[in-house]
């Protein structure tokens, strides 16, 4: 799996909105969040043809940038990657966590028992 940078991610959010977009057109919509000029935008961009995240194709005075790698394989990939990273793999010990410093609202602890809810009856 392609392994993205915070910077890196910027991007390709911005292009999981809405694809294709110039280098221009990124730029403009990142650039009240980031601060990033168009140099700094060409090269994340670079690096992530490079890494096979994106390419583009030749659209009339500027290229068009696409997202190659699709946003929920992605967010499965980083999600596996902190919890092994930071949890030891244990999603148990996440949650354990999270509700031991209060970290959860009533609303998210209500969605947890729904989503289990719905996966106890699925592996049925």
Do not use: C
Request: charge should be negative.
């Amino acid at each position: 799996m392609i392994k993205l940078s915070e910077a890196e991610w910027k991007v390709i959010s911005a292009l999981w909105e809405e694809a294709p977009q110039t280098i221009m057109q990124l730029t403009h919509r990142l650039q009240d969040a980031t601060g990033w000029t168009k140099h700094t935008v060409m090269t994340f961009l670079r690096r992530m043809e490079e890494k096979g995240a994106v390419h583009y194709e030749e659209g009339g005075k500027a290229k068009q940038y696409y997202p190659d790698i699709r946003q929920e394989d992605a967010v499965i990939q980083e999600t596996e990657d902190f919890l092994e990273k930071v949890f030891q793999g244990k999603l148990g010990l996440m949650l354990n966590t999270m509700v031991e410093q209060k970290a959860l609202s009533k609303e998210e602890i209500a969605e947890l028992y729904e989503i289990l809810r719905k996966a106890e009856e699925d592996a049925k």
